[in-house]
């Protein structure tokens, strides 16, 4: 039918004029009106344009879209399924999931089965429980992405529309009572038809497959795992969100069992009932309807890409291991072992979904926060073991020292949190939202500065054998590191620097990583006092000679990830100097500003002391670099990732970068030895490849 016959009025047909009218436009020009603008333009909805407007497509679908009542009223089938309508259904609504989860919303995806809209009308045991189970998996997911709050909304969609049952009413032990006893009546059934003796006799359940026969026992097997893979799942959400210790070893074992049951489900997808490849366009899947609720969405709806069923199986598939590591959070002895944890999961690549981001953020704000405040004076013991901490120091019991110190813990608590909530988020998103904890940290670092002078005083009264230089500067000075550290370092990962500035980004970096490793040289001395002033020979001296290790472990780290910082200047400079690469000329701006662009949020702290372009451009003379030989640059190169190996080969191995790190720095050393040596020419005037395949922030140099 013509949209002209479904809507009634005299239409006009101004195709022609507008051709003509759009004729006088150049190519790209756009027509501006007062009223109607770039701004308009840029956010008008292109009518009849598929990706755009949402009702395009429903206009080409000449059906009329039924509810669920209208459709059982107009044969729906509600019971009586066989195993393989059964297998096709549950599949289905598997990949409808998926796709809510990897950023669609719930009225695109699962809401378009026609059976979750009422349950007590589906008289099928079998499906009945498959919905129950997805349906309550879906609403312990959306009480998760709601709570962190690390999404976007290009991201997820958690919008709940009217009329929409998430089963948040249905007791769990009711929902996973179906699951299970489906579970146990298909798994007798598969017993009986099983048994040759057996098979040829009728089987009897409340929950059986109607259709099941020995002919399609591996559907009803099929069927079996699809249950076991819905039942985990749920299992997961529900002890997910519990306390106790042993009930988050039941998550872990939920997730680990979902995981096993994918193989198995992966290699009987072919034994559901599909929408075959030749059926018309109007020809819908059982229990589906896609156009069911758009009607429900707002006037410029996202077109949702359904996955496909094998596409959904990879998506779990990669889905529940990052849940499972994200589940490690609360088993972590200490804050720096969680911070840590946080740092690795925003440096994997590909980025972890946000529904495991999510649930990392939830499960680490679960823990007791009435401990926060102990797990922070825990921290900063192992970290510098300030005499305001000693429990033997007799400060440490005054009221105003405890007061003051309720306060510092408190505020340091909330940038923490802060800086969890950014890590959780889209990449990037970090540098904008990273400005506002800078700003926080920069106040604490001078409550910590006033806090160390003012015990300093206080130690002279009450106990002289004690001091207090430093220690809370020294601790917020640690975070602060990592924070700028971040900052930094992650537009490589965004692939936001031009190779032009790799070289004052590298000095940047250098000069941060040198701080850093100073930092935790004046924590090991200030902890090496405090164990000379009364903890000698003690079980607490033993500890703090252990975390003095681990300290002088992270110096060498920081030391070798300089080292690799200034090679790469090396390389930059030799190859400025042979004319491989040279400064660009900025017609509309200048190195200056965007230097200043790059680092202005560096300017919050007075510890360290932000750099200048100033201070850049004494320190390196890039004319003076032309005069220079490229292969004694090249050496110097070779020397300083020889430097690097030789630090980096002194960490323990089982540190997540050091092998990576190490195979750049060899790789590097390879290279430039080569390059210095006149081994390998450079035959053309194109600047190098730096490659970050390895390393994210460290690139391997590949000349052209």
């Known amino acids: 039918m013509d949209v002209k016959e479904k809507v009634a009025g005299d239409w006009v047909d101004i195709t022609a004029q507008f051709r003509d009218a759009a ?8 027509l501006h009106e007062d009223s109607f603008g770039l701004g308009e333009a840029m956010n008008a909805v292109e009518m009849m344009d598929t990706k755009m407007d949402a009702y395009c497509e429903e206009n ?29 259904i549950i599949d289905e609504l598997l990949a409808c999931l998926a796709t809510w989860l990897n950023g669609h919303n719930l009225a695109q995806t699962v809401f378009t089965c026609w059976y979750v809209h009422d349950l007590g009308a589906v008289e099928d045991a079998v499906l009945k429980a498959a919905c129950i189970g997805v349906l309550k998996y879906c609403a312990y997911v959306r009480e998760v992405l709601v709570a962190s709050s690390v999404h976007e909304d290009e991201d997820q969609q958690t919008t709940l529309y009217q009329g929409f049952d998430l089963l948040r009413d249905l007791n769990d032990r009711r929902a996973m009572a179906s699951l299970k006893d489906v579970e146990a009546d298909v798994s007798r059934q598969i017993r009986h038809f099983a048994n040759p003796k057996s098979q040829s006799q009728p089987f009897t359940s409340a929950h059986c497959c109607t259709g099941a026969n020995a002919d399609n026992l591996d559907q ?72 069911v609720n758009e009607r429900l969405l707002p006037p410029s709806p996202r077109l949702p890409r359904m996955m496909s069923r094998s596409d959904a199986i990879k998506y779990f598939s990669n889905l529940i291991p990052q849940l499972t590591s994200a589940l490690e959070i609360v088993t972590l002895p200490s804050l720096q072992a969680c ?178 490793g100073g930092c935790f040289k004046a924590a090991i001395e200030v902890q090496k006092l405090s164990e000379l002033a009364g903890m000698k020979g003690s079980k607490k001296a033993k500890t703090a000679r252990k975390v003095v290790r681990e300290k002088e472990q992270l110096i060498i780290l920081m ?58 451009k004494e320190r390196h003379n890039f004319e003076a670099l032309k005069e220079q030989d490229f292969a ?53 005037t194109q600047p190098p490849q730096f490659d970050f395949s390895i390393h994210r922030h460290f690139p391997v140099v590949r000349p052209l």
């Open 632 to 684: 004694i640059l090249m050496t110097q190169a070779v020397d300083v990732f020889k430097t690097a190996c030789d630090f980096l080969e002194k960490v323990p191995q089982e540190h997540p970068e050091v092998s990576s790190l190490l195979k750049v720095a060899k790789t590097n050393t390879v290279v430039c030895k080569l390059l210095s040596s006149g081994h390998k020419r450079l035959d053309t």
């Open 220 to 291: 009803v097997r099929a069927l079996l795992v699809r249950i076991r893979f819905i039942k985990h799942l749920f299992g997961f959400g529900m002890h997910s969100e519990n306390h106790q210790d042993d009930t988050r070893a039941e998550a872990k074992k939920a997730l680990e069992s979902a995981l096993a049951q994918l193989p198995e489900l992966e290699k009987t997808l072919h034994l559901g009932i599909t929408r075959s490849k030749g059926a018309p366009k109007n020809a819908l899947m059982l229990g589906f309807e896609p156009l």
């Open 559 to 616: 030391q070798g990830k300089q080292n690799l910082a200034r090679g790469c200047l090396r390389v930059i400079e030799a190859m400025h100097s042979c004319g491989r690469m040279e400064k660009p000329k900025y017609p509309f701006g200048s190195e200056q500003t965007r230097f200043y662009h790059r680092f202005q949020a560096l300017n919050t702290f007075d510890r360290p002391p932000a750099l200048t372009h100033e201070i850049y």
């Open 60 to 88: 080409r679908i000449c059906r009329k879209v039924l509810s669920f009542e209208e459709a059982r009223k107009d044969h729906l089938k509600v019971s009586n399924f066989s195993p393989e309508e059964q297998l096709g």
């Open 339 to 516: 911070l840590d944890c946080f740092w690795r999961f925003s440096w994997r690549r590909p980025l972890p979904a946000v529904v495991a981001r999510s649930y990392l953020l939830h499960l680490y704000f679960m823990l007791d926060m009435k401990k926060s405040e102990l797990r922070l004076k825990d921290s900063c013991r192992s970290f510098c073991n300030p005499p305001s901490l000693m429990p033997k120091v007799k400060m440490s019991t005054m009221p105003d020292v405890m007061h003051h110190l309720h306060e510092f813990f408190g505020l340091l608590g909330q940038a923490l949190d802060e800086i969890v909530h950014v890590l959780c988020m889209q990449r990037s998103w970090h540098r904008q939202k990273l400005v506002g904890v800078m700003n926080k940290l920069a106040t604490l670092q001078d409550q910590g500065e006033q806090l160390d002078l003012s015990f300093c005083t206080v130690l002279t009264t009450s106990d002289p054998d004690y001091h207090h230089n430093g220690y809370f500067s020294s601790y917020v000075l640690w975070f602060i590191l990592q924070v700028e550290i971040h900052y930094v370092l992650l537009p490589f990962e965004l692939e936001l620097y031009s190779i032009d500035e790799y070289h004052y980004v590298f000095w940047y970096v250098e000069y941060l990583f040198g701080w850093m």
């Open 23 to 30: 004729q006088a436009l150049p190519l790209g020009g756009l």
